[in-house]
């Protein structure tokens, strides 16, 4: 019915861009806020950034801030995170995220997005 492919990650330098991209395909009108999440082996999935339905509201953790944008072009049924200033502890698997729900406070946690990606890998060196 709907589902969700990141792409964008790479391997780059402490300092340099990237910029992700979800895109979103079949029922994509279901899709209200979205969110990027990254992981590392064997440790828990962190927030990273979310976004409404309209890209009015956004919301980014404490350690991106000011480094990442998120931002959506629905009539391309796309989501993308800017990041920039990267750092080597920004290294992980990044994912996005779809909440089906509407008129809800935009998730920041994991357990309230019921559509996922299959992420995408981003490796920064020093």
């Known amino acids: 019915q709907v589902q969700l492919v990141e792409s964008g990650g790479g391997l780059v330098q402490a300092g340099g861009s990237l910029r992700l991209s979800c895109a979103a395909s079949?029922?994509?009108?279901?899709?209200?806020?979205m969110g990027w999440f990254r992981q590392l082996p064997g440790k828990e999935r962190e927030f990273v950034a979310a976004?409404?339905?309209?890209?009015?509201?956004?919301y980014y953790a404490d350690s991106v801030k000011g480094r990442f944008t998120i931002s959506r072009d629905n009539a391309k049924n796309t989501v993308y995170l800017q990041m920039n200033s990267l750092k080597p502890e920004d290294t992980a698997v990044y994912y996005c995220?779809?909440?089906?729900?509407?008129?809800?406070?935009?998730?920041?946690?994991?357990?309230?997005?019921?559509?996922w990606g299959q992420g995408t890998q981003v490796t920064v060196s020093s």
């Open positions: 079949g029922r994509t009108f279901s899709i209200d806020a």
């Open positions: 995220a779809g909440d089906l729900r509407r008129y809800t406070i935009v998730p920041t946690t994991p357990g309230e997005y019921g559509l």
């Open positions: 976004i409404s339905r309209s890209g009015g509201t956004t």
